[in-house]
T-cell receptor, first 112, second 115 residues
């Protein structure tokens, strides 16, 4: 079965730390996405990627960067974590254009 | 700009009653529309999608949705709700953007089911 794996379910970091969130998919999907989910705001797109070493900004990229060195792996980086980045982070992948998204279980990040 | 509006933050229905969750979208071209469900402690799962053709689409778990272009709506329905349907529901639109496409989500509607 299709699987999108996020490395951590819960993460607690301090303000100013550099944070790496890892996501791996085993479906050979071209497209990968990072969203954050906040109550009352739904899912908001941070970054997405359509191929290895390619990245595109989503709707809220400020304070984040991404890396995609291999097709199956898409990393989200918080260069200097801040308390307003406390959130649930969801990784997703899809096979093709406007196809369904397969989601990971999410990483609940708390920045203290 | 593309957007999705789900007017109801939460809805409570009795088990066995019918359900309709509202969704309105804003998109200049023909939309790709989706409904996802997030059950407590679980990841998001696709319920159904609309790309073209018949405007009434059937999904999993007995859900259906109707696309109405004139109203820019894609409401989700179920004739008889089960307690296991309690979850958060997200409407989404697929949008073409420079470099490819992205999926834009609404804020979600939380469904409570009472016995």
């Amino acid at each position: 079965d299709v699987k999108v794996t996020q490395s951590s379910r819960y993460l607690v970091k301090r303000t100013g730390e550099k944070v790496f969130l890892e996501c791996v998919q085993d479906m050979d999907h071209e497209n990968m996405f990072w969203y954050r989910q906040d109550p009352g705001l739904g899912l908001r797109l941070i970054y997405f990627s359509y191929d290895v070493k390619m990245k595109e900004k989503g709707d809220i990229p400020e304070g984040y960067s991404v890396s995609r060195e291999k097709k199956e792996r898409f990393s989200l980086i918080l260069e200097s974590a801040s308390t307003n980045q406390t959130s649930m982070y969801l990784c997703a992948s899809s096979l093709g254009f406007n196809e369904k998204l397969f989601f990971g279980s999410g990483t609940q990040l708390s920045v203290l | 700009a593309q957007s999705v509006t789900q007017p109801d933050i939460h809805i409570t229905v009795s088990e066995g009653a019918s359900l309709e969750l509202r969704c309105n979208y804003s998109y200049g071209a023909t939309p790709y529309l989706f409904w996802y469900v997030q059950s407590p402690g679980q990841g998001l799962q696709l319920l159904l999608k609309y790309f073209s053709g018949d405007t009434l689409v059937q999904g999993i778990k007995g859900f259906e949705a109707e696309f109405k272009r004139s109203q820019s709506s894609f409401n989700l329905r179920k004739p008889s709700v089960h307690w296991s349907d309690a979850a958060e529901y997200f409407c989404a639109v697929g949008a073409v953007v420079p470099g490819g496409f992205k999926t834009i989500f609404g804020a979600g509607t939380r469904l409570f089911v009472k016995a």
